[in-house]
C-alpha cells in the first residue's frame, strides 16, 4: 500500500477520533456548537446514546490504524478495505437519514480511498 493512500487511512482514522471525543467527552459542550440544528434542550438527554456513537467511531478508528500497522500486504490491504466500506456504509446511511453532509464529510473520503485501493 502506497504512503498516500495510508496517509488517508490515517487521516480517515483521525476523523473519527475527533468523532469519538466529540461524542463521548464534549457533546454537551462542543457538540452543541457543532450540532447546530438540534435544539439545545436535547444534548444533556442524549450525552449517553451520543457516547455510545462515539465508542463506535473509535472502533473504527481503532481497525483503520490497526490496518497500517500489518506488515502482511494482503491482511493489511484486506482489514483497511473492511473498516473503510464500515466507514463509508456509515456516510451512506447518516447522509441518507439524518443529513447530506454527513456522507460527505464521512463517505466520500472512505470510498475514494476504497477506490484507490482497489484499482492503484
Known sequence: MSIFITALIVAIALMHLYFLWLE????????????????????EPTKTLAANQG????????????????????????????????????GIYGGISADKKIFFVQG??????????LFL
Open 24 to 43: 463521548m467527552f464534549a457533546w454537551t459542550s462542543r457538540g452543541r456548537k457543532v450540532f447546530k440544528s438540534l435544539p439545545q434542550e436535547l444534548f
Open 55 to 90: 465508542l463506535y467511531n473509535g472502533f473504527l478508528a481503532a481497525g483503520l490504524l490497526w490496518s497500517t500497522f500489518i506488515s502482511d500486504p494482503p491482511w493489511r490491504t484486506n482489514i483497511a478495505l473492511f473498516f473503510l466500506a464500515c466507514v463509508a456504509i456509515a
Open 108 to 117: 466520500i473520503p472512505a470510498l475514494i480511498t476504497i477506490l484507490l485501493i
